[in-house]
């Protein structure tokens, strides 16, 4: 039967429609694999075991009873802690939702789940998705698999080492500022943000509202682009859904053609404190780009160097606004309620308790930007900003099909290596960011490893809202050239020194 955890998505799917191996087998595999290489990697907070074969079997039964699914149907999946789902237990990697279990799923996990998909389990993170290390979970960090002393980006670090760890084909991820993006770069695998409002919101648990948005992760562009379009379309329950036809992403990722298309290199997004190893395996990608047909040309988006701050205040403004739900009267953690005490003290003690530094930094940072007297000077400007952002997109645009830069400045750094310095570690998302700010489709694929340190480089694509097909497009047209160059996709060559129990 082979090593079925090695398997690609589609490949499994292919599998289990010809009948050759079934779900449960399936299932079996990738949860004995979790429970031979989690205790190293720690890419799951949550495994519902229980759940999964029982999901498993009745695709099973589905199946031999002859009903036509998804395609996708029976193929295990990994969900990033953040999706509602209910019944099981939902934490956003938290304390003060420590025990939580949601009455109802998130839009996107009911998707998945009436594909015939099977949810392994919830994955790690930052807490509520705030950092790009996975190190800021108050349930302990996840490891890059890579190399166990590095981080595997974040806020999706568990979904990514999740994947790239062999214990899923698939994952679900969630980006505001890079979350999806960046752990894919640093971990050698797939991360798509698709346009915002392609994927609904509805069931997610909320971080920066106007910039978060669910995206597919995977270990090939195909398996991306077939779970964006199970995950994809319009919601009534989410009100910033786009009610418009899914992009033809499947059919973009299976072609790979991209002869005559205009690809803009962004000059903002390189340089002074990118590694020469990112900038090399990035120039060498471009390369492969040109020769299956690509025009390349460099392209200005001035406004880019701008991002990061301005992000860096409309992300927490909106942070603190949704903190604000989390006050011990509802749900969650309740602390010092003892009788003796007020409403507002319980508030101050349980959320002393149950949030993490990194959360409360922000929390202070965006109620300040949104103070009486500061409003217009911070908030306001960072909005202004924004829009400068996006007529830099546009303007590029109308120049070029795609944008691409590195997806990251630097590979994986080691494990808290940033955690005292909040500002280097927010500069991991120097090249991601833009595209939140914009709400266009953004994704990161493989380019290959920096010959510094041995570690994954990821190339990112960005093209205009509603165009994701674009973006699956040049990803498959890439991983086709590196596979023939390398002898495979990326995630086939990493080091099996710690992965046996």
Same mark, same amino acid.
């Given at each position: 039967?082979?090593?079925?955890?090695?398997?690609?998505?589609?490949?499994?799917?292919?599998?289990?429609?010809?009948?050759?191996?079934?779900?449960?087998?399936?299932?079996?595999?990738?949860?004995?694999?979790?429970?031979?290489?989690?205790?190293?990697?720690?890419?799951?907070?949550?495994? $519902?075991?229980?759940?999964?074969?029982?999901?498993? *079997?009745?695709?099973?039964?589905?199946?031999? *009873?002859?009903?036509e699914?998804?395609?996708? *149907?029976?193929?295990?999946?990994?969900?990033?802690?953040?999706?509602?789902?209910?019944?099981?237990?939902?934490?956003?990697?938290?304390k003060?939702?420590?025990?939580?279990r949601?009455?109802?799923?998130?839009?996107?996990?009911?998707?998945?789940?009436?594909a015939?998909?099977?949810?392994?389990?919830?994955?790690?993170?930052?807490?509520?998705?705030?950092?790009?290390?996975?190190? !800021?979970?108050?349930?302990?960090?996840?490891?890059?698999?890579?190399?166990?002393?590095?981080?595997?980006?974040?806020?999706?670090?568990?979904?990514?080492?999740?994947?790239?760890?062999? @214990?899923?084909?698939?994952?679900?991820? !969630?980006?505001?500022?890079?979350s999806? /993006?960046?752990?894919?770069?640093?971990?050698?695998?797939?991360?798509?943000?698709?346009?915002?409002?392609?994927?609904?919101?509805?069931?997610? +648990?909320?971080?920066?509202?106007?910039?978060? @948005?669910?995206?597919?992760?995977?270990?090939?562009?195909? $398996?991306?682009?077939?779970?964006?379009?199970? +995950?994809?379309?319009?919601?009534?329950m989410?009100?910033?859904?786009?009610d418009?036809p899914?992009?033809?992403?499947?059919?973009a990722?299976?072609?790979?053609?991209?002869?005559?298309?205009?690809?803009?290199?962004?000059?903002?997004?390189?340089?002074?404190?990118?590694?020469?190893?990112?900038?090399?395996?990035?120039?060498?990608?471009? *390369?492969?780009?040109?020769?299956?047909?690509?025009?390349?040309?460099?392209?200005?988006?001035?406004?880019?160097?701008y991002?990061?701050?301005?992000?860096?205040?409309?992300?927490?403004?909106?942070?603190?606004s949704?903190?604000?739900?989390?006050?011990?009267?509802?749900?969650?953690?309740?602390?010092g309620? $003892?009788?003796?005490?007020?409403?507002?003290?319980?508030?101050?003690?349980?959320?002393?308790?149950?949030?993490?530094?990194?959360?409360? /930094?922000?929390?202070?940072?965006?109620?300040?930007?949104?103070?009486?007297?500061?409003?217009?000077?911070?908030?306001?400007?960072? @909005?202004?900003?924004?829009?400068?952002?996006?007529?830099?997109?546009?303007?590029?645009?109308?120049?070029? $099909?795609?944008?691409?830069?590195?997806?990251?400045?630097? !590979?994986?750094?080691?494990?808290?290596?940033?955690?005292?310095?909040?500002?280097?570690?927010?500069?991991?998302?120097?090249? !991601?960011?833009?595209?939140?700010?914009?709400?266009?489709?953004?994704?990161?694929?493989?380019?290959?490893?920096?010959?510094?340190?041995?570690?994954?480089?990821?190339?990112?694509?960005?093209?205009?809202?509603?165009?994701?097909?674009?973006?699956?497009?040049?990803?498959?047209?890439?991983?086709?050239?590196?596979?023939?160059?390398?002898?495979?996709?990326?995630?086939?060559r990493?080091?099996?020194?710690w992965?046996?129990?």
């Open positions: 039967m082979g090593d079925l955890t090695r398997l690609s998505a589609a490949a499994l799917a292919e599998r289990l429609a010809a009948g050759d191996v079934s779900s449960v087998e399936v299932t079996r595999a990738h949860l004995d694999r979790i429970a031979a290489v989690d205790p190293a990697v720690h890419a799951f907070l949550h495994v $519902d075991a229980e759940g999964a074969r029982a999901q498993a *079997a009745a695709v099973d039964a589905r199946l031999d *009873a002859g009903e699914l998804g395609p996708l *149907a029976g193929v295990p999946i990994a969900v990033k802690d953040l999706f509602c789902q209910a019944g099981v237990p939902t934490t956003a990697a938290s003060i939702l420590e025990g939580w949601p009455p109802y799923s998130a839009t996107i996990v009911q998707r998945v789940l009436d015939g998909l099977v949810v392994l389990g919830k994955t790690n993170l930052d807490e509520f998705a705030m950092g790009s290390s996975t190190e !800021t979970s108050a349930y302990g960090t996840t490891r890059n698999p890579w190399d166990l002393d590095r981080i595997p980006g974040g806020s999706g670090g568990g979904s990514a080492a999740a994947l790239a760890a062999f @214990q899923a084909p698939l994952a679900l991820g !969630t980006d505001t500022g890079g999806i /993006r960046q752990p894919g770069a640093v971990t050698g695998t797939v991360g798509v943000k698709p346009t915002y409002g392609g994927a609904s919101r509805y069931g997610v +648990i909320a971080m920066a509202s106007s910039l978060d @948005q669910p995206g597919p992760c995977a270990r090939t562009v195909l $398996d991306a682009a077939l779970l964006h379009e199970v +995950i994809c379309g319009h919601d009534p989410d009100s910033t859904s786009i418009a899914v992009p033809p992403v499947v059919e990722a299976r072609s790979g053609d991209i002869a005559g298309m205009r690809i803009g290199v962004v000059k903002e997004l390189g340089g002074e404190g990118y590694e020469p190893g990112v900038e090399l395996r990035f120039r060498e990608a471009v *390369a492969a780009l040109e020769a299956a047909g690509a025009e390349v040309v460099e392209v200005s988006c001035p406004h880019f160097t991002a990061l701050g301005a992000y860096y205040l409309i992300m927490p403004s909106e942070v603190s949704n903190m604000a739900r989390y006050d011990a009267m509802r749900y969650g953690l309740r602390s309620d $003892d009788g003796t005490r007020s409403t507002e003290e319980v508030m101050n003690l349980t959320r002393a308790e149950g949030l993490g530094a990194e959360v409360k /930094r922000r929390i202070i940072i965006g109620t300040y930007a949104l103070s009486s007297g500061y409003y217009d000077a911070y908030y306001g400007s960072a @909005q202004k900003v924004r829009t400068l952002i996006s007529r830099d997109f546009d303007a590029a645009f109308e120049q070029v $099909d795609v944008l691409v830069s590195p997806a990251t400045p630097t !590979t994986a750094f080691l494990v808290g290596e940033k955690l005292s310095d909040p500002l280097a570690m927010y500069k991991s998302d120097l090249c !991601t960011i833009p595209s939140n700010m914009a709400g266009n489709t953004a994704g990161s694929f493989p380019c290959g490893v920096a010959p510094e340190d041995g570690m994954p480089v990821g190339l990112q694509v960005m093209a205009p809202p509603q165009a994701d097909d674009r973006v699956y497009r040049v990803g498959a047209a890439l991983e086709r050239a590196l596979a023939e160059r390398d002898g495979g996709v990326l995630t086939d990493i080091a099996e020194r992965v046996e129990a």
